[in-house]
Every structure is written in structure tokens, then in C-alpha cells.
């Protein structure tokens, strides 16, 4: 009852036996498909001559399945002015935006064509065709209040792309000061949509940091001066052991994996899944003032050694979306599937300052893998409970930090990572939304730290707030992405129409992961 363990049918062991005894024809095919892939490039490069990009490679080529207005990262930056009046901060913004230019994926157009995606070179000036204001809210006050706030960037999310979804990018600039503390500085959003076949969070945060470098300053003391060294690159020698052991692990554990998908994860059955979105989305919006909840979060660290910063949070969720089916009055699942993005370089954000990077460095691309970890929604009482029916979130954290011990002797996120990487890039686009369209995953989760605080133009424009709605995937249209920045927590909620229709809903599972935090902490 309070286990995550499944039973292994002699249906899944058929089906790992009929996977195994396939490899060699799906090696072959891959092959063969490799090949066609590269005379796909000749003819495309022919076509369109100097205007061609390239064909979309790994993981970018992942994010181009399924309509364009369900693959758009987005974030909001909230930007303290001290100086500027709203005119001016406008002019200023776009001015560093049109920097961006020099990013010639920025100024590129996804097209398709023999089954694969790629990209052409388009004329666009960064600042002129992709930066515009928000659209103004009839106010009596001065200022929005929040609530206007979270309306406003509801409405921009769901509104569609300049030129018909050709630009890869936009900008959108608030000009209404925000109540957004309680002080005497005006406060404006920023809202940044790019598509996610460009470019995942931690290149365009990279990119972000790059672009308003030579105005940029970091607050020193938010840099922790405990910053690891890099290590060494490995040697050539290295690198090709590094290969050899991926291709091992793909080739003799790729079909048990494929056959725990098929059986144990990605099977999720519940009212926050199906196939059918309708692209119209609802977002929630968290972000603490004071950093209390990230020093909640150290402490039930230190009281229960060995669990990761990201399980407490994920346990948060788990019991926010448990709230939620109870005031629904549904009967809730007993677990759901995250997708996780896991970036290797993610780590690196937390210590990056300007001049760690600069604009001629910036590589925009999707570098990450993907792990499937179960977590419970519904806790039953009973005999076998370890801990009493008082100590539910506890009991939630076990559970999910058992799920996390299991993933850490896997080999998923190596695997995935070829898949994602590799595998992506070679197969036409039609297999690709075949194999999603079997994963039924209920939420997309992305939790990681952003750069130190960033000022701006010598101090007058400081941004204190990060806010990210992270992309559905084909079929799951829910997600959450959770930053932790200026060591304050910040979280957006993001959910299709099709399964939450009210915002208030989606907002509370926001607020809700704050809730229980302060539950955790006192179990």
C-alpha cells in the first residue's frame, strides 16, 4: 500500500525477449535511416542555398512534435526600476534585446520537409520584429495589483507568436508599474517565448546573462564563494571509453527499459492526462519574498540526511496535487509519471557572472536528458504504514526518496540521453510522435537554480523575480518548473484548458507547494 513496486507479468517478460531479439533489425533500420537523413541535408542544402541553417539535431528535433503554440518555453522577469519612468525602460530593455542579434538561431524559421525539421535563415532584426510592449490594463490606481499581474501574463501566454508563429522568439515589455512589494520602486514584467526546438532554459538563461554583460553587475555577496573548480577535460582516451559505455549500456539495457515504460511508468490513467489539448493554457505563479522556504527546505536537509533538495519539493507538489483532487472531490490516482528534464551543465548557473561568458560563446541548443520517476498522489492508511496517518507528507517523502534511490542505480538518464540526442535526430518526425504518443506522463517538472542576482544598467534596472512555465510535450499537457533565485522560491504552474478550467485551481497548486513545505517542516 505504501510501496512503488510492480509486480513483472509474463506479458513483460515476452515483451523483453521480442525487443531483444529485435535489436538487430532496429540498429539496421537506424542505419538505414541515417543514411536517408543525410540525403534529406544534400537536398535541402540545394534548395535553399545560403539561406540554409541545418536540420534540427537531438532534442531540439524533440520539441518541434506537435503544434508550435504548445512548444514555447516562457519566462517572466520582474524588473525593479529605479530611475527610468515606464517610456524610458521600454527603450532601454529592447535596446539590450536587440543584442541578440548577433544570435543568428534567434533569427531562424522551423520548417519541414521529408519527414525531418530543420531550419532557414531568416531577415529579422531582434529589437524592430520580436520586442513589443504588453498590451495596457484599464487601472483606476497607478499601479496593476497581482492579480491583474497573473491575468495579463495568462493573456500573453496564450497569444499566438508574431508573423503567423514564424519567429522563433518574442519579447514582450510591461509599461504598467506592478505592486509587486511593498516599497516605492516601480516594478515591470518581461516576458521571453522561444521555441523550445531552439533552445532549452539553461542555454537561454546563458544567452540572457551574455546579452546584457557589459551593463551587467552581480550582487557578490549572492555568489558562494565555496564555487567548485572546474574539473579537467577528459582526454581523447577518456572520451572514447565514455562512448563505448553508452553504447554498451544502449545496446543489452535498452529493452528492459522500453518494456518498464510499457509497464510500470508512463502508463498514467488519470483526469490530468490525455490526448487531447487544446492549447489554451492556465499558469500559477509563486514566488516568496524573504527566503524562508529555502531555509525551510536546508533544514529538513539536515534533519533527514540523504534527501535531495529537489525530492522535498517534488513532495510538495505531490501533496499540492493531492489537495487538489480531494476539494474536487475525484478520486485521485495512486501515483502519477514526471517527466524530469536533468542538464548536466544546470549546476554551473548558480555561479555564472558576465564575465564568465560572452555573446560570441553562446551555443543555443537542447543538451538535456529525461527521467520518468513515479510519485504518489494518493497515501492509504494501514497495518504497513511505517509512519503514522499524521505524518502523511512525511510518508510521501520516503516514498519518493526510495523512487530517487532506484533511479540513481539506473541507467535511464544515459539512455534517454542517446535517445534524446541521437535517436531524435535520425528518425522523420512521424516515430518520434509515434513513441510520445504511447508515454503517457501526467507532469513535466524542471527544477533549478539561476544565476546570482543580476543588476543592470549600473544598478538602475534590477531583476528580482524569475517565474518559468515550462513547454508541454506531446500528449502531457501539465507541467511545473520551480527556480530557485536570489535564494527565494519561485514556481510556475502550467496547465492546459482541457484538464483545469478555472486559474483559481491552477493558482492554489502554486500556493499549495509553499503549504506544505511549512506541513514538512513540522512533521
Given at each position: 500500500?505504501?510501496?512503488?513496486?510492480?509486480?513483472?507479468?509474463?506479458?513483460?517478460?515476452?515483451?523483453?525477449?521480442?525487443?531483444?531479439?529485435?535489436?538487430?533489425?532496429?540498429?539496421?533500420?537506424?542505419?538505414?535511416?541515417?543514411v536517408?537523413?543525410?540525403?534529406?541535408?544534400?537536398?535541402?542544402?540545394?534548395?535553399?542555398?545560403?539561406?540554409?541553417?541545418?536540420?534540427?539535431?537531438?532534442?531540439?528535433?524533440?520539441?518541434?512534435?506537435?503544434?508550435?503554440?504548445?512548444?514555447?518555453?516562457?519566462?517572466?522577469?520582474m524588473?525593479?526600476?529605479?530611475?527610468?519612468?515606464?517610456?524610458?525602460?521600454y527603450?532601454?530593455?529592447?535596446?539590450?534585446?536587440?543584442?541578440?542579434?548577433?544570435?543568428?538561431?534567434?533569427?531562424?524559421?522551423?520548417?519541414?520537409?521529408?519527414?525531418?525539421?530543420?531550419?532557414?535563415?531568416?531577415?529579422?532584426?531582434?529589437?524592430?520584429?520580436?520586442?513589443?510592449?504588453m498590451?495596457i490594463?484599464?487601472?483606476?490606481?497607478?499601479?496593476?495589483?497581482?492579480?491583474?499581474?497573473?491575468?495579463?501574463?495568462?493573456?500573453?501566454?496564450?497569444?499566438?507568436?508574431?508573423?503567423?508563429?514564424?519567429?522563433?522568439?518574442?519579447?514582450?515589455?510591461?509599461?504598467?508599474?506592478?505592486?509587486?512589494?511593498?516599497?516605492?520602486y516601480?516594478?515591470?514584467?518581461?516576458?521571453?517565448?522561444?521555441?523550445?526546438?531552439?533552445?532549452?532554459?539553461?542555454?537561454?538563461?546563458?544567452?540572457?546573462v551574455?546579452?546584457?554583460g557589459?551593463?551587467?553587475?552581480?550582487?557578490?555577496?549572492t555568489?558562494?564563494?565555496?564555487?567548485?573548480?572546474?574539473k579537467?577535460?577528459?582526454?581523447?582516451?577518456?572520451?572514447?571509453l565514455?562512448?563505448?559505455?553508452?553504447?554498451?549500456?544502449?545496446?543489452?539495457?535498452?529493452?528492459?527499459l522500453?518494456?518498464?515504460?510499457?509497464?510500470?511508468?508512463?502508463?498514467?490513467?488519470?483526469?490530468?492526462?490525455?490526448?487531447?489539448?487544446?492549447?489554451?493554457?492556465?499558469?500559477?505563479?509563486?514566488?516568496?519574498?524573504?527566503?524562508?522556504y529555502?531555509?525551510?527546505?536546508?533544514?529538513?536537509?539536515?534533519?533527514?540526511?540523504?534527501?535531495?533538495?529537489?525530492t522535498?519539493?517534488?513532495?510538495?507538489?505531490?501533496?499540492s496535487?493531492?489537495e487538489?483532487?480531494?476539494?474536487?472531490?475525484?478520486?485521485?490516482?495512486?501515483?502519477?509519471?514526471?517527466?524530469?528534464?536533468?542538464?548536466?551543465?544546470?549546476?554551473?548557473?548558480r555561479?555564472?557572472?558576465?564575465?564568465?561568458?560572452?555573446?560570441?560563446?553562446i551555443?543555443?541548443?537542447?543538451?538535456?536528458?529525461?527521467i520518468?520517476?513515479?510519485?504518489?498522489?494518493?497515501?492509504?492508511?494501514?497495518?504497513e504504514?511505517?509512519?503514522?496517518?499524521?505524518?502523511?507528507?512525511?510518508?510521501?517523502?520516503?516514498?519518493?526518496?526510495?523512487?530517487?534511490?532506484?533511479l540513481?542505480?539506473?541507467p535511464?538518464?544515459?539512455?534517454?540521453?542517446?535517445?534524446?540526442?541521437?535517436?531524435c535526430?535520425?528518425?522523420?518526425?512521424?516515430f518520434?510522435?509515434?513513441?510520445?504518443?504511447?508515454?503517457?506522463?501526467?507532469?513535466?517538472?524542471?527544477?533549478?537554480?539561476?544565476p546570482?542576482?543580476?543588476?543592470?544598467?549600473?544598478?538602475?534596472l534590477?531583476?528580482?523575480?524569475?517565474?518559468?512555465?515550462?513547454?508541454?510535450?506531446?500528449?502531457?499537457?501539465?507541467?511545473?518548473?520551480?527556480?530557485?533565485?536570489?535564494?527565494?522560491?519561485?514556481?510556475?504552474v502550467?496547465?492546459?484548458?482541457?484538464?483545469?478550467?478555472?486559474?483559481?485551481?491552477?493558482?492554489?497548486?502554486?500556493?499549495?507547494?509553499?503549504?506544505?513545505?511549512?506541513?514538512?517542516?513540522?512533521?
Open positions: 500500500k505504501t510501496t512503488n513496486w510492480a509486480p513483472i507479468s509474463i506479458g513483460a517478460i515476452l515483451s523483453l525477449a521480442i525487443f531483444v531479439l529485435l535489436t538487430p533489425i532496429t540498429f539496421f533500420s537506424f542505419f538505414l535511416f541515417a536517408y537523413r543525410q540525403l534529406v541535408w544534400v537536398l535541402l542544402k540545394i534548395k535553399h542555398g545560403k539561406d540554409f541553417y541545418g536540420l534540427l539535431n537531438g532534442a531540439d528535433a524533440f520539441h518541434v512534435v506537435g503544434k508550435a503554440e504548445n512548444v514555447l518555453t516562457i519566462s517572466c522577469f524588473v525593479r526600476c529605479e530611475k527610468y519612468t515606464s517610456e524610458e525602460f527603450e532601454t530593455f529592447k535596446q539590450m534585446m536587440s543584442k541578440a542579434n548577433a544570435i543568428e538561431k534567434f533569427k531562424t524559421l522551423v520548417c519541414k520537409s521529408f519527414g525531418y525539421p530543420y531550419l532557414i535563415k531568416q531577415k529579422l532584426d531582434i529589437g524592430k520584429d520580436c520586442v513589443a510592449k498590451k490594463l484599464e487601472c483606476p490606481e497607478k499601479k496593476i495589483d497581482k492579480r491583474q499581474l497573473h491575468e495579463l501574463l495568462n493573456y500573453h501566454c496564450n497569444v499566438p507568436m508574431p508573423r503567423n508563429g514564424k519567429i522563433p522568439c518574442h519579447v514582450l515589455i510591461g509599461t504598467q508599474p506592478v505592486n509587486w512589494k511593498d516599497d516605492d516601480n516594478y515591470y514584467p518581461v516576458m521571453f517565448k522561444v521555441h523550445h526546438g531552439v533552445s532549452d532554459g539553461i542555454s537561454l538563461l546563458k544567452a540572457f551574455a546579452l546584457t557589459d551593463k551587467l553587475e552581480v550582487d557578490k555577496e555568489i558562494n564563494l565555496s564555487k567548485p573548480t572546474k579537467e577535460k577528459y582526454n581523447s582516451f577518456g572520451n572514447i565514455a562512448v563505448i559505455n553508452t553504447l554498451l549500456l544502449v545496446t543489452f539495457l535498452h529493452p528492459s522500453i518494456v518498464n515504460y510499457f509497464t510500470y511508468k508512463a502508463k498514467d490513467f488519470n483526469i490530468l492526462h490525455n490526448t487531447s489539448l487544446t492549447e489554451q493554457k492556465l499558469i500559477g505563479i509563486g514566488s516568496e519574498e524573504n527566503g524562508k529555502v531555509e525551510k527546505i536546508k533544514k529538513i536537509k539536515q534533519n533527514l540526511p540523504g534527501t535531495a533538495f529537489p522535498i519539493l517534488m513532495t510538495a507538489f505531490s501533496a496535487l493531492s487538489y483532487f480531494i476539494k474536487k472531490s475525484l478520486p485521485p490516482p495512486k501515483y502519477i509519471t514526471l517527466a524530469i528534464p536533468i542538464n548536466v551543465r544546470a549546476l554551473d548557473l555561479y555564472l557572472t558576465p564575465k564568465d561568458v560572452n555573446i560570441d560563446d551555443s543555443l541548443a537542447n543538451s538535456y536528458s529525461l520518468l520517476m513515479k510519485i504518489p498522489i494518493a497515501i492509504e492508511d494501514g497495518d504504514s511505517i509512519l503514522p496517518a499524521n505524518k502523511q507528507v512525511i510518508n510521501r517523502l520516503r516514498l519518493i526518496n526510495k523512487e530517487v534511490q532506484m540513481s542505480n539506473s535511464e538518464y544515459q539512455i534517454n540521453h542517446f535517445f534524446m540526442q541521437v535517436i535526430a535520425v528518425l522523420p518526425q512521424y518520434i510522435k509515434l513513441i510520445l504518443s504511447t508515454m503517457h506522463c501526467t507532469t513535466i517538472a524542471s527544477i533549478l537554480s539561476a546570482p542576482k543580476m543588476m543592470l544598467c549600473n544598478q538602475q534590477v531583476i528580482t523575480d524569475i517565474i518559468a512555465w515550462i513547454a508541454h510535450v506531446h500528449p502531457t499537457g501539465t507541467s511545473i518548473g520551480i527556480i530557485t533565485y536570489d535564494d527565494r522560491l519561485h514556481v510556475g502550467n496547465v492546459d484548458e482541457a484538464f483545469i478550467s478555472d486559474r483559481a485551481d491552477v493558482q492554489a497548486i502554486a500556493d499549495n507547494i509553499y503549504k506544505y513545505l511549512d506541513v514538512l517542516e513540522r512533521e
